[in-house]
């Protein structure tokens, strides 16, 4: 059975930082390419970084410099360190696992960027 459980999310100033977590398992983790996906309220679901299974990087343009995604094979764990936060950051997180056609998704952790 593949569980996603993330961690990390909570409430903070803008230009503050966080740092989410995730945690997998029943999967070949190190195989796996993981993202990090985002929800708005009444926004579309959006992509925010992705690692490969080789640790290749890429991120959507408007978190470009702010936000890491990292990933440690040996405890089969994501992470997004989030710095300069915003308010439009604003959302809830989750953490995806792809490994060949299969996609996971965890429950999602909320995120909120205000002052």
């Known amino acids: 059975q593949v569980q996603l459980v993330e961690s990390g999310g909570g409430l903070v100033q803008p230009g503050g930082s966080l740092r989410l977590s995730c945690a997998a398992s029943?999967?070949?983790?190190?195989?796996?390419?993981m993202r990090w996906y985002r929800q708005a309220p009444g926004k579309q679901r959006e992509m925010v970084a992705g690692?490969?299974?080789?640790?290749?990087?890429n991120y959507v343009d408007s978190v470009k410099g702010r936000f890491t995604i990292s990933r440690d094979n040996g405890k089969n764990m994501v992470y997004l360190q989030m710095n300069s936060l915003k308010p439009e950051d604003t959302a809830v997180y989750y953490c995806v696992a792809r490994i060949g056609y299969d996609g996971y998704w965890g429950q999602g952790t909320q995120d909120t960027v205000s002052s």
């Open positions: 690692i490969s299974a080789e640790g290749s990087t």
């Open positions: 029943g999967i070949s983790f190190s195989l796996s390419f």
